[in-house]
């Protein structure tokens, strides 16, 4: 069924930084990444099992109490995403739930079946909208993704800049005014800024609030200097992509061109090239003067559980102190939490003062 035109909502609801959003948004569409409510997502039980993923289940939770929104994009990232996508699409019942799958491998056969999918979503939201999706609207939405990402990687590192992109790509309680290419517009609004002093640490893992984790590692006395994360830095990504080099082609050449340049950034957990992942992380530290690393897993994600020790490995073999720490996404365990990175950063201390442990 076609979109209304008197229908106001038009948010497209995403979860993963694989998620096309210049083709949501060449739609006439608007892509607002879902980050749920932390601190409770009590609602979610009875329709998710308590040992999924805690950030997928606040997302839940929050649709059901707020009733929205009512199209989304789910990436076929892990079995959790699955599952969220199931239950979201049976007992909520949205207008239009797209499942996209996502290939685990960087070769021609992976791009292969993203493009594919991307070609079946660009279908589904041409049917959505009624209207087709035209070559200019796809540049003109790629052109502005890429500036907005890179306004957001220049603008800040750290806390505040995990915080900036939260606020660019969600629905904030103002309403819609944030579009691509205008993030100094989605500066927080409290003026908050990332410590000048303290330790320079790398945080790295899946998805962390910036008023949870992130905020407890900065009161501890870290200062955060690059957040490899699924909220922080990996949104940041250039794509590689201009208005002139998709100049002359199709909607199925750009779809192709963003099939390739989706899956050649630095790769998460869950894909197969892990030596990557870990070489651009050395480099990131090597590059920041970090001291240390912080490895932040949500509960339940056997992606990055599984990865941790291949990754400690190369760590220890740069003489890099890193601390694993495990996130309910509540962090309402603030004392242990806090305790944990307090003694972590005594060791980098202790083992600098020892000239050990150098970057």
Not at 66 to 83: I, T, W
Not at 201 to 212: P, S
Not at 239 to 253: I, K, M, Q, S, T
Not at 338 to 350: H, K, N, P, S, V
Request: include cysteine; aromatic fraction near 6%; charge should be negative.
């Amino acid at each position: 069924m076609a979109l209304k035109s008197s229908e106001n909502d038009k948010r497209v609801g995403w979860f993963c930084a694989y998620t096309p959003v210049e083709l949501i948004e060449a739609a006439g569409l608007r892509p607002v990444r879902l980050f749920g409510d932390g601190a409770d997502s009590d609602e979610a039980n009875a329709l998710l099992h308590p040992a999924t993923c805690p950030y997928l289940r606040a997302c839940l939770a929050a649709a059901q109490r707020e009733s929205g929104p009512h199209m989304l994009v789910f990436a076929n990232s892990c079995d959790g995403m699955r599952r969220l996508h199931d239950a979201w699409k049976h007992f909520l019942k949205p207008d239009f739930c797209f499942l996209l799958d996502l290939p685990r491998r960087v070769d021609w056969a992976g791009v292969g079946l993203y493009h594919r999918d991307l070609l079946r979503l660009r279908e589904d939201l041409e049917s959505l909208t009624g209207r087709a999706i035209t070559p200019g609207a796809l540049r003109r939405a790629v052109s502005d993704w890429e500036a907005t990402r890179r306004e957001l990687r220049d603008s800040a590192d750290g806390l505040e800049g995990v915080e900036r992109v939260r606020r660019a790509v969600a629905l904030q309680e103002e309403g819609l005014a944030w579009k691509p290419g205008d993030a100094r517009g989605a500066a927080p609004q409290s003026g908050r800024q990332g410590r000048t002093s303290g330790v320079p640490v790398v945080v790295t893992g899946n998805i962390v609030r910036a008023d949870g984790l992130l905020s407890l590692m900065e009161e501890a006395g870290c200062r955060l200097v690059a957040a490899d994360i699924c909220s922080g830095d990996r949104f940041f990504q250039d794509l590689g992509l201009n208005e002139a080099e998709l100049e002359g082609l199709g909607v199925d050449g750009m779809l192709r061109r963003l099939a390739e340049r989706y899956l050649a950034r630095i790769p998460c957990p869950r894909m197969v090239d892990s030596r990557r992942r870990h070489e651009h992380l050395l480099e990131t530290v090597r590059r920041t003067g970090a001291r240390g690393v912080i490895y932040v897993s949500i509960k339940f994600c056997d992606a990055f559980i599984y990865d941790f020790p291949r990754l400690r490995a190369a760590l220890d073999a740069a003489s890099i102190p890193v601390l694993m720490l495990e996130s309910d996404y509540s962090d309402q365990h603030e004392g242990q939490l806090l305790t944990r990175i307090e003694a972590f950063l005594e060791i980098i201390g202790d083992s600098m003062a020892a000239g050990r442990g150098q970057v």
